[in-house]
């Protein structure tokens, strides 16, 4: 079991990682290459909403570490977390179930939750191994390139987790949503039509002051790697939103084994 897991999903994380971090190295160097006034400029001259939108005030964005810190909000690095947590656990029951694999590996003397938990397992180390590479693209850069003052890469630490941690928990609602039904192609699209809505939840509640509450409605209230950089409490404010963001994933991973457990053997239609 835990050989065919691995390897439906090395491809996947090989070249996600090869990206990561390459992706992570030039985005230390094009960040040398940036004049300060030229930033900073940048910066001065958008809206005040985008302002708003800033998890830290955009003076912290004007140092080597805040020009760095975009990475983790980058669409790349994004596309790929978040293609890693549709990917697998669109494949964990629905993609099974659509290949027709299912109908065998179900009549194994095996728990039924087991095809959840394992799958869910290298799911989570796939996203930790993702994130630690992201960092590490970005040690070797800021040790290669001079970018100004030095960087602390230790400081980007939780940021990763941060990041790894947000994957996990949206590879536990795709489970959940992947052992409702027998298309992949479903799959993909709910989960992926749920995390566009939780962006837009987010964005909306720290737009609209009057609807700040509807950041308790989107699992991404949660996922803020350039506050966990520059904040006090980064610690404190990473063991909240870590801690919550595996929870979810956690459930989301146990909601998927009870329906899969419960529901006739599934065959593809």
Known sequence: MCVKIIRDTRWQLLVSAALLFAFAWLFVWMNSLIKMGLWSAVLDMLPNFVHKLMPVPA?????????????????????????????????????????????????????????????????????????????????????????GEPVDTTRFHLAALNLAMMAFAFAGITSAISACFHSRGKTLAIATVLFVAAVIVKLVARLWTAGEWLKYLSFMTLFEPQLLIFSQESARISLHYNLALGVIGLVGHLIAAAILAWRDIPVPR
Not at 74 to 96: D, K, Q, T
Not at 121 to 147: D, K, S
């Open 59 to 147: 003076k912290e964005l004007l140092s080597p570490t805040g020009r760095i810190s975009l990475v983790f909000v980058h669409i790349v690095p994004m596309i790929l977390f978040v293609g890693w947590a549709l990917v697998r656990g669109s494949e964990m029951i629905s993609g099974e179930i659509e290949s027709g694999r299912f109908e065998v590996l179900l009549t194994l003397p095996v728990p039924r939750p087991v095809w959840v938990f394992i799958p869910g397992t290298v799911t989570f180390l796939g996203a930790v191994i993702l994130a630690m590479v992201l960092w590490a693209g970005l040690w070797v850069g800021c040790h290669q390139i001079r970018v």
